[in-house]
């Protein structure tokens, strides 16, 4: 009976969270819409949200970090130190953003340029929206690990209904641009970064006591954990983006939105697996602490392959037919990439779960091999872009399923990767701590 239950709050929890998540990304990429008339500036807007991606990738770390610390609080005092560490770690943020912008400000019009920007300030935009970005891992990871799961959902889903308000209005008032797509998204993260961090039960501190916090702070240990979760975390964000700045660097500016309307569609199976992984995971964490056994992976894995089936099939059916929803009949071109994204996605998507499952076991080892397989597969993209981007003078699709090949390639090594790293884990750990 007690399983059956586990069973159904896991459904639950994770239902409302990919509740939470379709909204948000149904909003998220309802923005595209509003961006693409400016086609010139389409896939500058849209490499900026993948720059962000990358920027937030050591945040990604914290909140695994701070997901573990909550998961293993009990106390009133764990709880104040939490609330210390969070403090001081968004210090921390705010004078190196500080320092990042002025530098971006007076030295930023070559990388713009290079990056094919329509100006410098869409990159100081980005950076600015970066600041919340890097924040946000770490309260959702507070909200995580206490499995307060309905706000963790209410945070997540303002994240993208803000940001559509936000660019219809400034679409409507200003006209199509970048940079009014950039406001959009900042105001998004600033919305659910403030409901996440309101939310979280935490202690609250006076702010004369907040500078004070940085010298209380053990960065020694939060560093010995942040590295590896970091690492391990971020290496998937890093395979699920990296592509899109590397195509918007080498291929041409006009066709690149096209790509990324494609690359936009099949990045959604990550962003739909997302929440079993953010419900699987401070449960996991909490089984080990009280030494109790879980099937959540198993269940997770199970859930996570279905859902990969069927969007790959619906990929091979109608790969058309996102386009038809969101974009008008010039974008119906670049439909046989869909089905090649979807796929290429499916082994990424089954990495990510087993990746985690390992950070919340605490066996860091798989965190140190993923860089090797990031560095290995941009080299590969790097290269094959500069050779594609001669097919592509007059938009050739094929040289752009090119492209998702080597991406394809990249993510079946790094599922690989992961799986030996669990079959090693659970060769040397007592297969009755899954049992039941």
């Known amino acids: 009976m007690a399983e059956q239950e ?63 610390k909550a998961a293993e609080a009990k106390t009133d005092d ?19 953003a500080a320092v990042a912008f002025a530098w971006v400000y007076f030295n930023g019009n070559a990388l713009a340029a290079s990056m094919k920007l329509p100006s410098l300030n869409v990159l100081l935009l980005t950076l600015a929206a970066g600041v919340f970005a890097l924040l946000l891992p770490m309260v959702y990871g507070v909200l995580q690990g206490r499995q307060r799961f309905f706000w963790l959902g209410w945070a997540m889903l303002s994240l993208g209904v803000v940001r559509l308000a936000a660019v219809v209005g400034l679409v409507h008032s200003y006209g199509a641009s970048a940079l009014n797509g950039m406001v959009g998204v900042g105001l998004g993260f600033l919305c659910a970064f403030l409901i996440a961090g309101t939310t979280s039960g935490l202690p609250s501190l006076h ?104 969007a790959g099939g619906l990929g091979m059916l109608v790969p058309e037919l996102p386009l038809k929803l969101v974009y008008d009949k010039s974008f119906l071109a670049v439909a046989p990439l869909v089905t090649w994204f979807i796929w290429a996605m499916v082994p990424l998507a089954l990495a990510v779960v087993l990746v985690n499952n390992l950070l919340a076991r605490s066996d ?47 993510n079946l090594v790094f599922l690989a990767v992961a799986g030996i790293f669990t079959w090693l884990h659970y060769r040397h750990e007592p297969s009755v701590e899954e049992a039941r």
């Open 6 to 68: 586990s069973k159904l709050a896991f459904l639950r929890q994770s239902g409302w969270l990919a509740l939470a998540t379709g909204i948000a990304g149904l909003t998220s990429y309802a923005v595209h819409p509003f961006i693409k008339d400016a086609k010139a500036e389409y896939g500058a807007f849209t490499a900026m949200l993948q720059l962000l991606n990358l920027i937030a990738i050591p945040a990604i770390g914290l909140q695994a970090v701070f997901t573990h």
């Open 78 to 96: 764990d709880h104040k130190r939490l609330a210390r560490e969070q403090i001081a770690i968004g210090i921390v943020v705010f004078a190196l």
């Open 207 to 310: 702010p004369a006591q907040w500078l004070r916090c940085v010298t209380q702070v053990d960065w020694r240990a939060l560093l010995k954990k942040f590295v590896p979760l970091s690492l391990g975390a971020g290496a998937g964000i890093y395979m699920m983006s990296v592509d899109m700045v590397v195509v918007q660097r080498y291929f041409d500016a006009e066709q690149t939105g096209l790509y990324a309307a494609a690359g936009m569609i099949g990045r959604a199976l990550i962003f739909f697996v997302g929440p079993m992984v953010m419900v699987m995971f401070p449960k996991i964490v909490r089984s080990r602490a009280e030494q109790k056994p879980t099937d959540v992976l198993r269940l997770t894995l199970l859930l996570t392959a279905g859902l990969c089936v069927v």
């Open 364 to 410: 860091y080892a798989v965190a140190y091999a993923l860089p090797v397989v990031c560095a290995g597969y941009t080299v590969a993209l790097v290269q094959a872009a500069s050779g594609l981007v001669a097919q592509s003078a007059d938009f050739n699709v094929h040289a752009y399923i090119g492209v998702t090949k080597i991406i394809g390639a990249g």
